[in-house]
């Protein structure tokens, strides 16, 4: 069992920046793959970002440029840095995690919120 908390969510102006963090425990996170998603009112939740165990990163053609994840494994856990969000971006963002036997968790999600 794995358990995903996400913070740093919050309202920004547009072109403004935020820092998502999301811990994770119960689980060896080093050999985890982990992501971001997001959803918006009345929209399916969507891929952001996902980094895998070697640091592979994989983003959405919306955020290629502006988001970058990473991971810091002795603190266990996975981080997504958002630049220049746009209205847009006004989601709540949900942490996730793919264990080596293919085991999906995810967090309550973090609001996020664009003003333009």
């Known amino acids: 069992q794995v358990q995903l908390v996400e913070s740093g969510g919050g309202l920004v102006q547009a072109g403004g920046s935020l820092r998502l963090s999301c811990a994770a425990s119960?689980?060896?996170?080093?050999?985890?793959?982990m992501g971001w998603y997001r959803q918006a009112p009345g929209k399916q939740r969507e891929l952001v970002s996902t980094?895998?165990?070697?640091?592979?990163?994989n983003y959405a053609d919306s955020v290629k440029g502006r988001f970058t994840i990473s991971r810091d494994n002795a603190k266990n856990t996975v981080y997504l840095q958002m630049d220049n969000l746009k209205s847009e971006d006004t989601a709540v963002y949900y942490c996730?995690?793919?264990?080596?036997?293919?085991?999906?968790?995810w967090g309550r999600g973090t609001q996020v919120t664009v003003s333009s």
């Open positions: 980094i895998s165990s070697g640091g592979m990163t």
């Open positions: 119960g689980s060896r996170f080093s050999g985890n793959k």
């Open positions: 996730n995690c793919e264990t080596p036997g293919r085991f999906i968790y």
